[in-house]
C-alpha cells in the first residue's frame, strides 16, 4: 500500500476554483482517483487517471469544470476545480489502487486512501 497525504481545499464562492493535491509516499505506479463524500450521501468518483496519466475518467456532474493531472516526477496527484457550484461541497478524498491501463470509478478498486479535505462553496 503507499501513503497518501492531502494539501488543498477550503471554501470558495460559486464559479470560483481551487485546487486539491495529494502526495504519495514511495512508488507511484498506481492509478489513481478523487471522490468525494457530502453529508448524508454516498462516496461518488469524482475523477480518475491511470497510472500513467494518460487516460482520464470524469463524474458527468464536473466534466469540463475539473482536471485531474498527476506528476509521476513528484509523486502528487492534482484536482483543479474551476466553475465550483454549491453542490460540489463535499469532503473530498484522494485514492490509491493497483496500476492498469483503464481509470477506476469504484471505491472498492482502491486499497489506499488520503485523510480527507473539506471543499466548501458559498452561493
Known amino acids: 500500500q503507499v501513503q497518501l497525504v492531502q494539501s488543498g481545499g477550503g471554501l470558495a464562492q460559486a464559479g470560483g476554483s481551487l485546487r486539491l493535491a495529494c502526495a504519495a509516499s514511495g512508488r507511484t505506479l498506481y492509478n489513481m482517483g478523487w471522490f468525494r463524500q457530502a453529508p448524508g450521501k454516498e462516496r461518488e468518483s469524482v475523477a480518475a487517471v491511470n497510472w500513467l496519466g494518460s487516460t482520464t475518467s470524469y463524474a458527468d456532474s464536473v466534466k469540463g469544470r475539473f482536471t485531474i493531472s498527476r506528476d509521476n516526477a513528484k509523486n502528487t496527484l492534482y484536482l483543479q476545480m474551476n466553475g465550483l457550484k454549491p453542490e460540489d461541497a463535499a469532503v473530498y478524498y484522494c485514492?490509491?489502487?493497483?496500476?492498469?491501463?483503464?481509470?477506476?470509478?469504484?471505491?472498492?478498486?482502491?486499497?489506499?486512501w488520503g485523510q480527507g479535505a473539506q471543499v466548501a462553496v458559498s452561493s
Open positions: 485514492a490509491a489502487g493497483s496500476g492498469t491501463s483503464r481509470p477506476y470509478t469504484l471505491p472498492n478498486d482502491y486499497h489506499s
